[in-house]
């Protein structure tokens, strides 16, 4: 019974919920935002192994910060737990010397074309076809721009969140999205791809 309720509360209620031992109340948090971390993770190290360590890894600070009543990030747990996550990732890369590509785009949203209803084996193919597209013309921006990009559209932060996680101003952020959007256009009608 207990657990046929939990997917109905709020993420501040389940925190709540965890605090006071109740584990399932974790498990419902992870559950909700697994797609939106594990791909933006994935978008960013362009390694799905290496992915999963850093999502785990996300999910352990987040415990512990938790369990350590550090949490203070009243209802947004989301943007917090992308912070935790994006800085994982900028750790990976210092370690290994290299910067990770990412990149920017502004209000129209290139990834709203691409249909993740279910479809035929023809769709699933052609679909795949198009997201490996996309994601290969991701790798080709200029850093700043694909970062925005992945945070915007495959996290769905706001811009005010990714302009908070990347350090930057908002217009910032907005002109990276910009730009970026801009230079995938252009790969689109060079390559002729269409979406």
């Known amino acids: 019974m207990f657990m046929q309720v939990m997917y109905k509360l709020n993420d501040e209620q389940l925190i709540t919920l965890f605090k006071k031992g109740h584990s399932s109340a974790l498990e419902e ?6 797609d939106k971390l594990y791909t933006s993770i994935v978008l960013l190290v362009k390694d799905a192994f290496l992915a999963e360590d850093i ?3 996300t999910f352990i600070k987040v415990i512990d910060t938790i369990r350590a009543g550090r949490y203070t990030e009243k209802g947004k747990f989301l943007p917090w737990a992308m912070r935790i996550a994006h800085n994982l990732c900028v750790d990976h890369f210092r370690k290994i010397k290299r910067t990770p590509l990412i990149k920017t ?7 709203n074309v691409l249909s993740f ?5 023809e769709e699933k193919m052609i679909t795949r076809q198009s997201h490996d597209s996309v994601r290969k013309m991701l790798d080709l921006l ?15 932060l706001s811009f005010k969140e990714i302009a908070d996680l990347t350090q930057v101003s908002i217009n910032t952020a907005l002109g990276r999205m910009r730009y970026g959007l801009i230079n995938l ?3 689109m009608t060079e390559k002729q791809i269409c979406l």
């Open 29 to 34: 948090l992870v559950y909700r935002h697994k």
């Open 185 to 187: 256009r252009k790969m």
């Open 55 to 57: 999502f785990q890894d």
């Open 105 to 111: 785009s502004d209000d129209k949203d290139i990834f």
């Open 117 to 121: 209803s279910e479809s035929s084996a």
């Open 142 to 156: 200029p850093e700043e721009q694909r970062e925005v990009i992945i945070l915007r559209h495959y996290a769905e």
